[in-house]
């Protein structure tokens, strides 16, 4: 069982910036692919970001591209969601998720073998 614990995430005004981290419980982190995806109250649960087990290749929603990025850390075994240019509109809550297949990032959540209890992003207009 891997757990996935976020944190990172906080009441901003839109423009400001956070950055989210998400820290796995297993040795096998470096293996894995990971995503971060949003849920609205309201809404559908939304893919954000995921990036490969080498952090080599990285996909965006259309909605973030160029002011979030992914990243990770495998020596930590932790993933990070910079989230720069803030809008009302990313408000939600943000989940970590880990794809245990090693395939390339993927935006279906259906992929991902795990998943962390999420971390709440407010943004004030």
């Known amino acids: 069982q891997v757990q996935l614990v976020e944190s990172g995430g906080g009441l901003v005004q839109a423009g400001d910036s956070l950055r989210l981290s998400c820290v796995a419980s297993t040795r096998t982190f470096g293996s894995y692919a990971m995503g971060w995806f949003r849920q609205a109250p309201g809404k559908e649960r939304e893919f954000v970001a995921a990036?490969?087990?080498?952090?080599?290749?990285?996909i965006y929603a259309d909605s973030v591209k160029g002011r979030f990025t992914i990243s990770r850390d495998n020596t930590k075994n932790t993933v990070y969601l910079q989230m720069n240019s803030l809008k009302p509109e990313d408000t939600a809550v943000y989940y970590c998720a880990a794809d245990i297949s090693r395939g390339r990032p993927s935006q279906r959540g259906p992929q991902y073998n795990y998943w962390g209890q999420g971390t709440q992003v407010t943004v004030s207009s």
């Open positions: 990036i490969n087990w080498s952090g080599t290749s990285t």
